[in-house]
């Protein structure tokens, strides 16, 4: 493949709708597209894989380490290879560019382009550009920065634009992508919304991909695109011959592409949705309850009694279960939403979830887990919290840019089920993934 990272100076820059747009003006063009997400954002990725027809993988420093992020890039295939970014183009864990978009770039050796959507602001812009393209520390040496592309601006205020970026920058302007209300995507608590959710997507990604065709010339950007090097994939585990059943649907959708590839070389999966089916899968080994939004399909989820009471009967006789942050909330007695009202779930765990108004334990941690005598990097991001008189398996802490470990507990063990709230890759650690395979207390 041939590969770029879409990259912009802050989050809400025009990444995601732009990333969307060249992904489908690429594949106008005859390329067959692969689409990668930095950092462990889930929704982005199931754009991409709406529209390339193909699953999109997050490529994340922190969760996977140098050679996971490799491995997971070497998993994907096609002619060109589009990694979205995270954030602004240098923004990490803390106060460096550690685990940022432009770190992902420099390790995959990757040439980045920056989308800018600019206001009231003229050669300002080309100071904060030459700002990006000086900037080096500890972990990017050098951006390989080809291009910019501007983002909602009418073709007046482009005109002006390119002419003081390409003065002062001596960097290419490729084009710009028009204001237009039609393109903007519908935001909720956690980021987007899911693109299963959103009737018109197509229209939408259409739309802006023949603005992207009208305006910016797509044949030079492809020009900039960059061979990729091809890496050893050393992430594999044994066959044990389980039958694993996993959630997906609208209510439970956030898993990692690699996850499930290891879980398919563990046995065989077997998708089902506690939204609409009735019972679980027969005959299972082991359930996996991945992340997503209980809270806004809780009262669809409740009114299941039937899968609810299938999975509670299952997880009493002993039946392995992993379940993720959603997937734990689902397992409590309830979801009480802001106004105190409560959905009943599965009633496995011995309490409740409670939404609030504001993120819990937002950001990157490390779990310490004395069962596998080891530490796994997770990511947690969630507007609830729970209240369980359960025991707990995970001793995590979170650094803070200053130095200062924040600590708490999660990780609730009852019978051979683990719930948490942390987002895991099992790249991080195989042992923990065959924990949770063994699993018997």
């Known amino acids: 493949m041939k590969g770029i990272v879409i990259s912009s100076n802050c989050s809400g820059g025009g990444k995601t709708t732009t990333t969307l747009g060249i992904m489908k003006a690429l594949m106008k063009k005859g390329y067959d597209v692969q689409g990668y997400k930095v950092g462990p954002d889930y929704i982005d ?29 070497s998993r994907g295939y096609g002619d060109v290879a589009v990694v979205e970014g995270v954030m602004g183009i240098f923004d990490g864990k803390g106060i460096d560019s550690k685990y940022s978009t432009a770190h992902v ?39 390989n920065i080809k291009g910019v592309i501007l983002n909602n601006i009418s073709p007046a205020y482009y005109n002006l634009l390119k002419e003081i970026i390409e003065k002062n920058c001596h960097i ?10 039609e393109l903007s995507l519908e935001s909720r608590h956690l980021g987007l919304v899911q693109c299963s959710e959103i009737n018109d997507i197509d229209f939408k990604i259409e739309k802006c991909s023949n603005h992207i065709l009208e305006n910016i010339d797509i044949d ?39 996850n ?63 379940a993720e942050c959603g997937g734990l909330m689902y397992l409590t007695e309830g979801i009480e939403d802001l106004n105190g009202n409560i959905c009943e779930m ?32 997770g990511h947690e991001f969630h507007k609830s919290k729970v209240e369980l008189n359960e025991n707990t398996i995970y001793n995590i802490k979170k650094e803070t840019y200053n130095g200062t470990i924040k600590e708490w507990k999660c990780g609730y063990k009852k019978n051979n089920t683990l719930g948490g709230y942390c987002h895991i890759h099992f790249f991080s650690n195989i042992a923990f993934l065959n924990f949770l395979m063994d699993n018997n207390n």
């Open 260 to 322: 499930l590839e290891l879980l398919s070389e563990i046995g065989e999966i077997i998708y089902f949705s506690p939204l609409k089916d009735k019972e679980l899968p027969e005959n299972i080994d082991f359930l996996y309850l991945g992340g997503g939004y209980p809270e806004v399909f809780a009262k669809e989820l409740s009114s299941n009694e039937s899968m609810r009471l299938s999975i509670k009967n299952a997880l009493d006789n002993g039946l392995k279960c992993y």
């Open 105 to 143: 770039a420099e390790v995959l050796d990757l040439p980045i382009i920056l989308i800018l959507s600019p206001k009231a602001q003229s050669a300002t812009l080309a100071a904060e550009i030459q700002g990006i393209l000086n900037y080096k520390d500890d972990f990017v040496k050098k951006t």
């Open 346 to 377: 599965v009633g496995f765990f011995n309490g409740k979830s409670i939404m609030t108004k504001r993120l819990q334990n937002f950001g990157y941690c490390t779990n310490y887990i004395d069962k596998i005598n080891g530490n796994i990097n």
């Open 172 to 181: 290419k302007v490729y084009g710009y992508i028009p204001k237009d209300e």
């Open 45 to 73: 990725p199931a754009f991409h894989s709406h529209i390339t027809k193909k699953s999109s993988r997050n490529l994340d420093l922190f969760l996977m380490g140098e050679q996971g992020v490799k491995s997971a890039f």
């Open 220 to 258: 030079e950007l492809i020009s900039d695109f960059k061979e990729t090097a091809k890496y050893e994939d050393k992430f594999h585990i044994e066959n044990r011959s389980m039958k694993i059943a996993i959630a997906k649907d609208e209510a439970f959708s956030f898993y990692y592409k690699e």
